[in-house]
């Protein structure tokens, strides 16, 4: 089955900085992988998705990650911190049926 | 925006009681889920739904059941609620051209369940 391990439960970064949230999975095929972001008592929306076609995957808000299947990773990057980016986030993998298996979760804080 | 609209928002309930969460959708998916959200555990499915009157369990489904009668809304229903079903529960539907796996799922803006 389907496993998503996020490495770390908070991130904390300053303003300006990059920002790296690490993501490992588990798959027995040939995953789909996303990002969802969540602000405080809001719903979850989607940043990007990685199905195949390009290794680096490029989203919402300047976010990008890249797929390494040699490293089982879906690291999320970003190059310049903004304090609007201070969130929860979410690796998902997909199971068969379309499934969703998420990690535990990221906590982005960004200080000023 | 997906279409996606949950009722009710909040809901503050005792032991016991039976609970009924709605989830309504705009444009005409096949495919709808039910997720809680714990701390710690992301977000877990709950059941979801191929289609009007077709339904399959979750990872977590035990003390919860669903219902879809026509395609719009799917409610999920807490027999008789308890304090560890505390929790955010969240209703999506899945958009896609594509393939089960690559398509995306979006998500409702969630209700906040308390059992006391």
């Known amino acids: 089955a389907q496993s998503v391990t996020q490495l770390d439960s908070h991130v904390s970064v300053s303003e300006g900085t990059p920002v790296l949230l690490r993501c490992n999975y588990s798959s027995s095929y040939s995953p789909s992988l996303f990002w969802y972001v969540q602000h405080p008592n809001k719903g979850l929306q989607l940043l990007l998705k990685?199905?195949?076609?390009?290794?680096l995957v490029k989203g919402i808000n300047g976010f990008e990650a890249e797929f390494k299947k040699s490293e089982t990773s879906f690291h999320l990057t970003k190059p310049s911190a903004h304090m609007s980016d201070a969130a929860e986030y979410f690796c998902v993998v997909t199971e068969y049926g379309n499934k969703l298996v998420f990690g535990a979760g990221t906590i982005l804080r960004v200080k000023s | 925006d997906a279409g996606i609209t949950q009722s009710p928002r909040h809901k503050v309930t005792e032991t016991g009681t039976p609970v009924t969460l709605r989830c309504h959708q705009t444009?005409?998916?096949?495919?709808m889920y039910w997720y809680r959200q714990d701390p710690g555990h992301g977000l877990r499915l709950i059941h979801y739904s191929y289609g009007v009157k077709d339904t399959d369990k979750g990872e977590v489904s035990d003390g919860y059941s669903v219902s879809r009668s026509k395609t719009e809304d799917f409610l999920l229903t807490l027999e008789s609620a308890t304090s560890s079903q505390t929790s955010v529960y969240f209703c999506?539907?899945?958009?896609?051209?594509?393939?089960?796996?690559?398509?995306?799922?979006?998500f409702g803006p969630g209700t906040r369940l308390t059992v006391l």
């Open positions: 444009e005409n998916h096949r495919y």
């Open positions: 990685y199905t195949s076609a390009a290794t």
């Open positions: 999506a539907i899945r958009k896609g051209t594509s393939g089960a796996s690559t398509d995306t799922q979006y």
